[in-house]
Structure formats: structure tokens, C-alpha cells
């Protein structure tokens, strides 16, 4: 089914319909779909705006073995490259770390996030799946009975409705999930007073590894996404507008922080997206309430520090199918509970390592004070024993590529 014939579809119900077309959304659906499961997924953006939308770039090696299992990996593999070094620079000097050869020996394959978005949708909507572009789910309605509903506007402002047996929650932390869950609903929500200016620039990887430069005007990071695109984040004061500092002064300040001194200019470009990120983690549980489901970010927001949210999404939706065909196709009433359960085992032990990594990365926000000083003895103790020993690095290793 095209893009166009799928916005005409007019059957405006299904067993389960799945909100947002991110990685969690369109995975969720592709596994479904083969399952014999009817589904539909309805989008709030154009199919242009998914398929362009850069965010993350970093696949877990247990990202690939899903997408692998399902057959969902070609492109990934034709234009993915394997990544296995990263690099701390520090005012202690700098070293590198091979994970790849270090922990389970794994590695990331950097494939940018719309790219992937790109892949599962063609896959889909060739499968015959059906998804409604330009249609925003507004609120759920009767989650804890047997027919929930979903209204939504579509691409001409006009209101609907959906039925189904399922909604599941795919559309992100702003989206209608969220919004309609009841107040049993648990938040675990900590901000963790650092905000970044994420840019996306025009111009090939500085070096072959990704870099975290910790310095005392913030952090710096650089992260490749293809031979020509690079991820830059900087540290930046909270309520910084994205759009305000110049080029100039953006690439001058990367410099200063990563050192270029000691390790060479930045490889400069034009920047094309800039994004103010403040670093927030929170987490809702359960991921059921009743048949209303949650997946991805609109189960659980993770700072970008350890690149897990995309990974994460990934993981919940193959969860999420599975549980999904045991209760609707084979009868097991305990899969969901189930599904929320490991899921959330998976979430808190994603949400540590991203906060160990946060710690690390970044002075205590606030003045300077007492504790601030007990602080940064406990990061650069923390680096030293990164840079020296071997079990820390493992440990690293597994937790930085895994999920
Ligand atoms: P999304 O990708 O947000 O998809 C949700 C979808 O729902 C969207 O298409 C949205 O348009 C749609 N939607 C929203 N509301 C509605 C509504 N009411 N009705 C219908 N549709 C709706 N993660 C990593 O793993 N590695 C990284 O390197 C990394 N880098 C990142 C860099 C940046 C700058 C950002 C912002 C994020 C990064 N992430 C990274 C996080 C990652 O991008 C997200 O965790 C991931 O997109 C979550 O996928 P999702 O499918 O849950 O949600």
C-alpha cells in the first residue's frame, strides 16, 4: 500500500492501534502485521518530516540482532559502519577506549535514527500495513474497559475516532498516551539540571571515535553520523535559545573545549539543525493500564549522555509484539503484565548507566560550593580509575554498547 492510498483507507478500526511512527511505533507495527495482527499506526507528521527528522545514531549491538531477527537489517548493514572507540579528553589528558575489544566485545553500528524510521516504514506500508500520516491522536478514551477508543484530527482539521482492543502508546513524552493515562499512573521524573545545545553539522567526523571532552567551560561531545554529517553537543546555561550564537562562536567554543590545541582543529561545516536538550530522565510504571500500553519514550525518557533512547525503543517494541501475539493470538492473559514488568527491568538498568554517565560528563550544576569541590574530586577519581583499570573498563564496555 502507497503513502496516499493509505490516507484514503477509510476503516477506522482495528485490534490494536498503535499512536506515533518513531522506531517504537513502526517496529511494533511491522511485527504485528506479519504476526496476522490488524493493526494501524496513526501519525501526528508527514511521511517527509519521518523520514528527515534526525535525532540518534548509535545502534546497540543487541538493537542490530532484533532488527536482524525480523529481517529488518539490509540497509542498515549496506550503510551502517561498525564503531567500537570512544575517547575521553580531560584536563588529566586524554585516552581512548577500544570497547570493542573490551566487556562482551561489542560494538555500535552508526546508522542515523531516520534512516532506520525510513527502512521500517517502507517495509511496512510494502507489507500492506496501514498507517495514517497527518492524524493526531488527541486522547484515549475507556483504557481500562475492552474497546478503548482514540480520537484524533486529521490531515483537513476534521475530528474522528478510532476503536480498537489495544492502543499502544508510541508517540513520544508530549504525545496522547501520556496525557490520558489515569492517575494510578506512577511518574519517576529527575531533571538533571544540565542542558545541551545539540548541533548537527555539515561536515565529516573530526576523528574516528566519539569524543567527551570534559572541561571547565562545559562538556563538549563528538559523534559521527555518516562521512559527511557529525553530531556536536555542548554544554550550554538552561533557557539558552538554540538559535542565538553564531556559527562562528560555536565552532570556536567546540575548539576550545575539545582541546584543539593539543589534537587539531574541528573539522568545521555549516550547521544545519541545532536543538536545546535539557537532561531529564523519567520513567512511568506500569507500562499497562488496562488497554492502554506504553512503548519508547512515551514509556521512558532517557538523557542522550549514554545514546539509549532509540535503542530502548527498539527493545520495547519487540517486547511489546510479543506480547502482544501471545495475549491476542495465542490466549496468555499474564503476557502484558509480563511485557511491563521486563521492560521496566530493562528501562532502570539503561536509566543507571545514563546517569553514571551524566555524572561523569558534567561538573555539579550551581555555584561552586563545598560540594561542588567533593564533586569534581569524585569525577576526576572516577576518570583515573576509567582510564587505568581494566574491570571498570569492561564494565564500561558493557554497559556503553548494551542495552
Ligand atoms: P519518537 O521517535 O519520538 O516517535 C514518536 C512519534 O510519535 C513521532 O513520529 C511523533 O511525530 C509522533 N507523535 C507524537 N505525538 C503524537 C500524537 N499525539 N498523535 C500521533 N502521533 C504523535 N537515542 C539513542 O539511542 N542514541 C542516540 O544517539 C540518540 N541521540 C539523540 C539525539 C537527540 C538530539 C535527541 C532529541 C534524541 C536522541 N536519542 C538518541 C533519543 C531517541 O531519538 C528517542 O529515544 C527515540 O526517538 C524514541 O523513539 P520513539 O519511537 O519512542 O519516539
Redesign the pocket.
Known amino acids: 500500500m502507497t503513502e496516499s492510498q493509505n490516507t484514503r483507507t477509510a476503516r477506522n478500526t482495528a485490534d490494536v492501534v498503535i499512536?506515533?511512527?518513531?522506531?517504537?511505533?513502526?517496529l511494533l507495527a511491522n511485527l504485528l502485521h506479519r504476526e496476522g495482527i490488524d493493526c494501524a499506526v496513526?501519525?501526528?507528521?508527514t511521511p517527509l518530516?519521518?523520514r528527515t527528522?534526525?535525532?540518534?545514531?548509535?545502534?546497540?549491538a543487541n538493537t542490530v540482532r532484533i532488527l536482524d531477527r525480523h529481517g529488518l537489517s539490509g540497509n542498515l548493514h549496506r550503510h551502517g559502519r561498525l564503531h567500537g572507540s570512544c575517547e575521553f579528553r580531560t584536563d588529566d589528558g586524554h585516552f581512548r577506549l577500544d570497547y570493542a575489544g573490551l566487556g562482551r566485545g561489542e560494538q555500535h553500528t552508526v546508522y542515523p535514527?531516520q534512516d532506520l524510521?525510513a527502512d521500517l516504514l517502507d517495509q511496512y506500508l510494502e507489507a500492506g500495513g496501514r498507517i495514517r500520516f497527518e492524524?493526531?491522536?488527541?486522547e484515549v478514551h475507556d483504557a481500562d474497559g475492552p474497546r478503548p477508543a482514540v480520537t484524533?484530527r486529521g490531515p483537513d482539521g476534521a475530528t474522528g475516532r478510532w476503536s480498537a482492543r489495544y492502543v499502544a502508546g508510541?508517540?513520544?513524552?508530549?504525545?496522547?498516551a501520556r496525557r490520558s493515562l489515569p492517575s494510578t499512573a506512577r511518574h519517576h521524573r529527575r531533571d538533571h539540571g544540565v542542558s545541551w545545545l545539540?548541533l548537527l553539522a555539515e561536515a565529516p567526523p573530526s576523528l574516528d571515535a566519539t569524543a567527551y571532552a570534559l572541561h571547565g567551560r562545559g562538556f563538549a561531545g563528538h559523534?559521527a553520523r555518516t562521512p559527511r554529517i557529525t553530531?556536536y553537543y555542548l554544554q550550554c546555561a538552561r533557557g539558552t535559545r538554540a538559535g542565538e550564537p553564531p556559527e562562528e562562536r560555536l565552532w570556536d567554543e567546540l575548539d576550545t573545549r575539545m582541546r584543539a590545541t593539543d589534537h587539531g582543529p574541528l573539522h568545521r561545516g555549516r550547521i544545519v539543525q541545532r536543538?536545546v536538550?535539557d537532561l531529564e530522565s523519567d520513567v512511568v510504571e506500569p507500562l499497562r493500564h488496562g488497554s492502554l500500553l506504553l512503548?519508547?519514550?512515551?514509556?521512558a525518557?532517557?538523557s542522550?549522555a549514554a545514546?539509549?533512547?532509540?535503542?530502548?525503543?527498539v527493545l520495547q517494541?519487540d517486547l511489546l509484539a510479543r506480547a502482544l501475539a501471545d495475549d491476542l493470538a495465542r490466549g496468555d492473559g499474564r503476557a502484558l503484565e509480563r511485557y511491563s514488568a521486563e521492560a521496566l527491568a530493562r528501562i532502570w538498568r539503561a536509566q543507571e548507566f545514563s546517569h553514571w554517565m551524566i555524572r561523569l560528563l558534567h561538573a555539579r550544576p550551581g555555584p561552586p560550593d563545598g560540594e561542588s569541590f567533593f564533586h569534581e574530586s569524585i569525577r576526576r577519581a572516577r576518570i583515573a580509575s576509567l582510564r587505568a583499570s581494566r574491570t571498570h573498563q569492561d564494565w564500561f564496555a558493557e554497559n556503553y554498547v548494551g542495552i
Not at 492524524?135 to 488527541?138: Q, S
Request: glycine content about 16%; hydrophobic content about 55%; proline content about 4%.
Open positions: 499512536l506515533g511512527a518513531g522506531p517504537a511505533g513502526l496513526l501519525e501526528r507528521a518530516h519521518l527528522r534526525a535525532r540518534a545514531g548509535f545502534l546497540a535514527q524510521v492524524t493526531e491522536a488527541l484524533v508510541c508517540d513520544g513524552r508530549h504525545g496522547a545539540g559523534m553530531r536543538a536538550v512503548a519508547g519514550d512515551a514509556a525518557l532517557i542522550p545514546a539509549k533512547g532509540a535503542n530502548l525503543a517494541a
